[in-house]
Structures are given as structure tokens and as C-alpha cells.
């Protein structure tokens, strides 16, 4: 066989391990960890010793050396028993993967060389309390001092940003005279002047963590620029390009487990002397679902496979995104549809799924900001000869 052939094999064996342990160890836990509304992080190290932390970083980095089609099915398998954990390692993988294209030889050498480790965890932190899908309105400053910046300002909703040692963080370079210029950075979260404060009460992914992070004139050295000045945009979009097939595959995962749910409920529930599973209405959801799945699955299929050979699609993402996280709630839907009262209690793993689905097509980038991608890459010509 050749060397393709074996990674395949490999990759395979490797999804399979992944989907053993997230449905024996992972799943029980998240069921606890979304009654009590506990972070899993306290996982870390032995996720870290399974690889989970650099999924697609190369060998060369102590990392898996995946493709990305097959992190997405890491990522489905993660999801299908724990959304939390599929959202807390694919937020980390991603700033992994964007710090690995942007980072010049020495950055990469002083960041990524331990990334696999519990001590190297990351968080994305973008959005603001006035800045959500207009990132580019943020209004974090990093201010030039003479041997780096001081960054000052306030992000929201930061997933992982209680135990996170790294924040990719986009700031503004200009002065408030000047157009708007937005940078980003990694900064070290063991700085002074780095508050972490959690948001309780989310209505899903209640194992994962949330947080507002507060810089107060931080210091960054001139080394933790993450490209040039100005790149901001360009480097958030390029991780939002992946992240989003990510979200996808979140997506699916949850998807799967619902379906899963109601075809097994609807081979055991009776009423009218007969299996739910025989009324043409129960099989209707059971087979939308499945055929909505599946189309979930081909768009995250196309749009990995883009990144692979190194042309990442923006609206194929787009596309996958925005079309698997809504399936993946109308699918959560049905699955509390089909067990009744059953469904609609908290002993039910139903009633965590259609929690869990909803934020999907909230997160990096809601769904109506998917379709002004997608329509706009559609349109990008309408209005161009207007006089
Ligand atoms: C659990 C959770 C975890 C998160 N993790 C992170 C994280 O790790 N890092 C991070 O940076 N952010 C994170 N976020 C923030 C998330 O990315 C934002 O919530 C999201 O981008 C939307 O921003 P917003 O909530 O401010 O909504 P808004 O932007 O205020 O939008 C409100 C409504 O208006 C619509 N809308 C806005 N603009 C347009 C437009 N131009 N056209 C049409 N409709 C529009 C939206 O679609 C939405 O329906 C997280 C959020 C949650 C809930």
C-alpha cells in the first residue's frame, strides 16, 4: 500500500479511537457538566496527551499532522457525544492553525513548538459588547511603547478564555485622528493587567467556557504582532475561513446524536398498539433528518477539501456553516418531536441537544451574516456600473 493509502488507514483508526472515547468518557462527563454548568477544561492535560491540542499541526511540531477533512471528522465525533468539548478544542486548534500560516519562523518556533501541551491552550477573542458580527468596529487599542505595544480594552463571550494561556486578539493600531487600522496579537494571558471573568447561564454548551477578558494596558512585545500592522481583518477572516467548517462539523455531531436518539426511541415507544416507528409521520422526520445530515455532511466534505489543496473557499465555509448549523436545529427539533413529553425533560439527552444546537448558528458569524457572504460573493457585480 502507499504512503496515502496507509494514512488513510491511519486516519481512520484514529476517528474511530476518537469516537470510542468521547462516547465512553467524554459523554457521561458533559451530562454532568451541563447540570452542574462546570468547564471541562479540568480534561486538558488528557486531551493533550491524545493530540487533541494540535490536531492538524505537523509531525514536525508534535502535532498529528491531520488534514483537515479528517479534523472535521474529529471534531463530528467530539460533538456527537460532547458539544462543549467539539467548541473548546476547535477554538484552540483554530488559532493553532492561523498562528502556523501567519507566524514568521521564530514566532512559530516560540509559540507552536509546545501547542500540543495543556499549558499552550488558546482562545480567539474578536468580538466586543458593541462589536459582534461588526468585528471590524472593535475598540481595543494597542498602543506602540517603545519595546511593544500596551493593549487596553474589553472582549466578550471569549470561549476558553478562563484557562487560556494565549489570546489571538484583534486591536486597533491607529490613533482615534486616523482611519481605523486593526492588528492582531497573541498575547500572553499570564501578563499583568489580564482580567478573566466568566459568563454563567448559558442556555447550551454549558461545559465549555465563556468569558469576558479585560485588558488593562497590557504589555505585548514588539514579537507578538501576528503579521503586519494592519492584517487584522485578514487574519480573523482567514481563521473564521476554517473555523466555520468547524462550527459545521460541531454541528453534524449534534445532528448525528439526534437522529440516533429518535430512531432509537421510535423502535421502542408504542401507542395505538404499534411502534411510533411505523406512522409515516414519526418515519417523514426520521427521513428528513437523515437526508439533511447527509447534505450537511457533502458541503463540510467540499468545503475541508478546499483547505486541503490549499485554496480555502470562503462561501463554500459559508455554504457548510450556515447549512449545517440550521439542520442541525430543525434536526434537534424533531429529535424532542419524536419523544413527546419524554423529550422535554432534563433526564432526556434530547432536551441537551436542542440547547446545544442553538448557539451554532449564532457563533462565528450568525447565520444572516453566512447569507451576506454568500449572496454577496453571488451579487459582488450588482451595482457596479451604476452611474
Ligand atoms: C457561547 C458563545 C461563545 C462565543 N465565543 C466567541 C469567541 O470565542 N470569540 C469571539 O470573538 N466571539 C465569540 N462569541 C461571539 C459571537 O461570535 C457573536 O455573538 C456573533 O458574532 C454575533 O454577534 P452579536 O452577538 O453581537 O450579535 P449582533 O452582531 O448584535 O447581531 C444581532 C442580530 O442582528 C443580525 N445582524 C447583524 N448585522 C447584520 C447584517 N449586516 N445583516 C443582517 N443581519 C445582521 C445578526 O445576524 C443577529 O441576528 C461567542 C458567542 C457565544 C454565544
Known sequence: ?????????????????VRDYARSVLLPRD????????????????????????????????GLGCS????????????????????????????????????????????????????????????????????????????????????????????????????????RTSKPDEPTQLSMFLIDGRQDGVRRTPIHGKMGIRASETAVIQFDSVYVPLTG????????????????????????AQATGIAEACLDEMVSYAR????????????????????????ELAASKELIARAAAAIDRGHADWTASAKAKLYASEAANRIAYRAVQVHGASGYVKECRVEQLFRDARVTTIYEGTSEIQRLVIGRSILKDVGQHDS
Open 225 to 248: 504582532l501576528l503579521g503586519a500592522e494592519g492584517q487584522g481583518m485578514a487574519i480573523a477572516l482567514t481563521a473564521l475561513d476554517a473555523g466555520r467548517i468547524g462550527v459545521a
Open 68 to 171: 483537515f477533512t479528517t479534523y472535521t471528522a474529529i471534531i463530528h465525533e467530539l460533538a456527537y457525544a460532547s458539544p462543549a468539548t467539539a467548541v473548546t478544542l476547535s477554538i484552540h486548534n483554530m488559532v493553532g492553525n492561523v498562528v502556523r500560516h501567519f507566524a514568521t519562523d521564530d514566532q512559530a518556533r516560540e509559540w507552536l513548538t509546545d501547542w500540543g501541551k495543556a499549558e499552550s491552550f488558546a482562545a480567539f477573542a474578536i468580538s466586543e459588547a458593541d462589536a459582534g458580527s461588526d468585528a471590524a468596529s472593535s475598540r481595543t487599542t494597542a498602543t506602540r511603547v517603545d519595546d511593544g505595544y500596551r493593549v487596553t480594552g474589553e472582549k466578550m463571550w471569549i470561549t476558553n478564555g478562563l484557562t487560556s494561556r494565549w489570546f489571538l486578539t484583534l486591536a
Open 268 to 291: 421502542q415507544r408504542k401507542q395505538f398498539g404499534k411502534l411510533i416507528g411505523e406512522f409515516q409521520a414519526v418515519q417523514n422526520m426520521i427521513a428528513d433528518s437523515a437526508t
Open 31 to 62: 451530562r454532568r457538566c451541563d447540570a452542574d454548568e462546570t468547564p471541562i477544561t479540568d480534561l486538558l492535560p488528557e486531551l493533550a496527551e491524545m493530540g487533541f491540542l494540535s490536531i492538524g499541526l505537523p509531525e514536525s511540531l508534535g
Open 1 to 17: 500500500m502507499n504512503r496515502e493509502g496507509d494514512r488513510q488507514d491511519d486516519d481512520r483508526v484514529l476517528i474511530e479511537s
